[in-house]
Structures are given as C-alpha cells and as structure tokens.
C-alpha cells in the first residue's frame, strides 16, 4: 500500500509541477512531496524524473488514456469484407424465404399444397 501511496504522491507532484511549469526533476518532486508531508522512498522521484525527461506530459496522459492492447482496431479493408460478407449472407437469406414460399408438396401427395378434402367433396354430389 505505501508503494501505491509513493507512486501516486510522485505522479500528483509531477503534474503539479508540469502545471505551474517548474522543471520536473528529481529534486523538485522530492521537495513537493515533503512539503505535502508524504513520506515515499528515495527512489520513487528519481523514476518519475527520469521517465518524464523522455516524454512529454501531455503525451504521458494521451498514451494512458488509449488504453491497452485487449482489442484490435479494424482496419478499412477488414470492415469492407465484413460488410460484403453481410451483403452475401443476406442475399442468401432472400433466397431461400423466397424458395420456402413456393408451393411445395405436402407430406401426402399433392403437389398444390391444398388437401383432398375439396376434391372429395365434388365426389359426394353422386
């Protein structure tokens, strides 16, 4: 817990120093840090100081806030398969509702669809 605590004090000081545009050194970070009463280890400022002499703040924040690498992005031509694929399987869902509304013939015979009864009916007229 108290690296955690480290960690957090020299992350808070170096944005408050970057802020107020005072050198992020060390040295400055150390002083903040005692000046909030936050005791961390020697080595924690140092870190920070050497981290942030590499890059920029602002960059710091954009690179933390893209998140990590869970998921892939898409590229253009990925999408555009994609949505042909879509395209196709939609195409073939047409098709075969189109083919399940023809007449077909039932499990009996008769290749209308219609039952026997209406022609067995015309037969009771004798």
Known sequence: MAQNRSQLAC???ALILHDDGVDITADSITRLVNAAGIEVEKYWPGLFASLIANRTIPNLLVE???GGGGAATATETEVKAETEEKVVVEE???ESESEDDA????????GDGSSDDSSESGSDSD
Do not use: D, S
């Open 64 to 66: 933390a806030c893209k």
């Open 103 to 110: 007449p077909q013939a039932n499990l009996f015979g008769g």
């Open 11 to 13: 992350t808070y000081a």
């Open 92 to 94: 073939e869902e047409e």
